[in-house]
C-alpha cells in the first residue's frame, strides 16, 4: 500500500508525508466550527454521527441544536418517552436511528452511569452504532486512535487507491477498512479522521470533485486516470417496487383523528393517518370508527420513496360527525389541526396536515 508507485524513501515515509499533507491542509481548510465540535464530547459526537447518516451538515445542524437543548445527556434521553424524542426527530427521516439512539441511551444509563463506554468493543455493541460510528466516538469525541470509514472517507480512498467495485459488497468493504487502518495515525487521529470526512465532503465530492484543492491530488490514482468520478462503483440500481394505500383525513370539527404505527416497521412509534387499501370504501372505513361521513373530496396523489420501495399515498379528506365510540384506544386520537408539532408524524403526514390547516378557518 504505498503512498505512491515509484516513491522515494520508505512507505512508512511515503505514509507520513501523505498524514502531514492531509493535517495541513485541514488545518487551513477543514470544517472547525461545527455546532458538535464545541465541545466535542462523546454523547455531542455520538448524536451528531446518528443524524448525520444519509442526511446533509446543512439539514443536521438545527436538529442537533434542537435536540442537544432538550437532551443535553446520554441520561436526559434515556428518560424521555420514545415519542417526545421521535418528534424532536420529525423530518429528518429513517426514525430506526432514532429508536436505536434512544434504546442505545437506556443501555448507557444502565449499564455505564450514564456516560458512554471507553471500549471500542463495547460502544460497538450498542444498539445503532456500527463499527465507523464507534470509531468516530473513539476518536472525535473520547480522543484516542480509531479508524473511521463513513461514506465521505469510502469516497477518498476509492478514488486515491483506484479501488474498484460497490464498498457495500464485503471484499470492497474489507479492503477500504484495511486501507483506512494502513493511513490512521496515532497522533492527531482526532484531526486526521476529520480532515478525510471534510474533504470527501467539501473536495472530493460525488459529482464534480475539485481535485486542484486536494492534498492527494499528486498521489491520487483516480485523479491520475481523468475520471475520478469512476470510484466508487456506483450501488447496482435494481428497480424499486411501489405499493398503494389509501390515507384517511377525518375531520371533526377543527380535530383531526391520528394514529399511532407499531413500534417496529416503516415509521414505526409516529402518528399518522388512518390508513385502508385504495379501492376500500372510506365510509366503511369511517362507519367500523363509529363515524359519519357528511362530505369526501379526493386530494392530489403523493409519491414517498423509501430505501427499498415507494408509496404512493392516496389522501381523501372525510368531515365526519358522530361519536366515535371506537376510537378509545390509547393509539388513537383526535388532535387539533392548529396544534402543530405535538406529536412525531412522518413528513408525508405533515405535508398533509399543512395542507389541511391552510383549508380549515
Given amino acids: 500500500m504505498a503512498d505512491r508507485p515509484g516513491a522515494p524513501g520508505t512507505e512508512e515515509e511515503a505514509v507520513n508525508r501523505t498524514r502531514a499533507a492531509i493535517l495541513a491542509w485541514f488545518d487551513r481548510h477543514g470544517r472547525h466550527d461545527l455546532p458538535w465540535q464545541h465541545p466535542a464530547t462523546p454523547y ?3 448524536v451528531s454521527e446518528v443524524m448525520l447518516q444519509q442526511t446533509q451538515v446543512a439539514t443536521v445542524v438545527p436538529y442537533f441544536h434542537r435536540f442537544m437543548r432538550r437532551f443535553p445527556s446520554p441520561r436526559a434521553l434515556a428518560d424521555a418517552p420514545q415519542e417526545e424524542v421521535l418528534a424532536l426527530w420529525a423530518g429528518l427521516g429513517y426514525y430506526a436511528r432514532a429508536r436505536n439512539l434512544h434504546r442505545a441511551a437506556q443501555h448507557i444509563r444502565d449499564q ?3 456516560e458512554l463506554p471507553a471500549d471500542l468493543d463495547a460502544l460497538e455493541a450498542l444498539p445503532g452504532i456500527g463499527r465507523s460510528t464507534a470509531g468516530a466516538i473513539h476518536s472525535l469525541g473520547q480522543g484516542r ?3 473511521i470509514l463513513d461514506g465521505n472517507v469510502k469516497r477518498v480512498l476509492a478514488r486515491w487507491h483506484a479501488v474498484d467495485g460497490w464498498p457495500g459488497r464485503t471484499a470492497v468493504a474489507r479492503r477500504l477498512w484495511a486501507l483506512a487502518e494502513h493511513y490512521t ?27 486542484h484543492e486536494c492534498p492527494l491530488q499528486a498521489r491520487c490514482a483516480g485523479h491520475a486516470s481523468g475520471r475520478p468520478e469512476a470510484w466508487p462503483t456506483p450501488k ?17 370539527g377543527d380535530r383531526v383523528l391520528l394514529q399511532r404505527r407499531p413500534p417496529s416497521g416503516v415509521w414505526g412509534g409516529l402518528w399518522s393517518l388512518p390508513e385502508a387499501a385504495v379501492d376500500a370504501d372510506p365510509k366503511s372505513a369511517a362507519a367500523a370508527l363509529g363515524l359519519k361521513v357528511d362530505q369526501a373530496g379526493h386530494w392530489p396523489p403523493l409519491r414517498h420513496a423509501f430505501s427499498h420501495f415507494e408509496l404512493d399515498i392516496h389522501p381523501i379528506h372525510l368531515r365526519v360527525s358522530g361519536a366515535g365510540q371506537a376510537v378509545k384506544e390509547s393509539d388513537t386520537l383526535w388532535q387539533s389541526i392548529h396544534d402543530t408539532g405535538a406529536r412525531a408524524v412522518a413528513a408525508p403526514v405533515a405535508r398533509l396536515l399543512e395542507r389541511l390547516r391552510e383549508y380549515t378557518p
Fill in 185 to 211: 495515525p496515532a497522533h492527531r487521529c482526532a484531526d486526521y479522521n476529520q480532515a478525510m470526512m471534510d474533504l470527501g465532503a467539501t473536495v472530493c465530492t460525488r459529482r464534480t470533485p475539485r481535485c
Fill in 112 to 114: 455505564y452511569g450514564g
Fill in 236 to 252: 447496482p440500481k435494481r428497480r424499486r417496487p411501489l405499493r398503494q394505500t389509501r390515507m384517511l383525513i377525518l375531520q371533526h
Fill in 44 to 46: 455531542r459526537v455520538w
Fill in 145 to 147: 486512535r480509531a479508524v
